[in-house]
């Protein structure tokens, strides 16, 4: 069964440095794109970076400049660095991943990981 599963979270001052990371575990053949969401209550999970298998990046306008995204292929790890980080920062935030298994290309989902703020 292939699981992602997201560590590092935590709470930290505001203008502080968190950092998450993601390992994807399980009978899979290939991960393509990887990537972070976050989502506050009753609010539509939204994208906040993501990095292809090739390391191409892309990020939310609101966390450019501060949080970098990369990928340990070797280890099937992805990372969020999160830096200069504001209250508004704070949400559960998801991994994401394409995997390739027995059944094709799917999208695998962690469990979340809470990121508290203080202001």
């Known amino acids: 069964q292939v699981q992602l599963v997201e560590s590092g979270g935590g709470l930290v001052q505001a203008g502080g440095s968190l950092r998450l990371s993601c390992e994807a575990s399980g009978i899979f053949y290939g991960i393509g794109t990887m990537g972070w969401y976050r989502q506050a209550p009753g609010k539509q999970r939204e994208s906040v970076a993501s990095?292809?298998?090739?390391?191409?990046?892309n990020y939310a306008d609101s966390v450019k400049g501060r949080f970098t995204i990369s990928r340990d292929n070797a280890k099937n790890m992805v990372y969020l660095q999160m830096s200069s980080l504001k209250p508004e920062d704070a949400d559960v935030y998801y991994c994401?991943?394409?995997?390739?298994?027995?059944?094709?290309?799917?999208?695998?989902w962690g469990q979340g990981a809470q990121v508290t703020v203080s202001s």
């Open positions: 990095i292809t298998s090739g390391g191409d990046r």
């Open positions: 994401n991943g394409n995997l390739l298994t027995g059944a094709g290309w799917n999208a695998y």
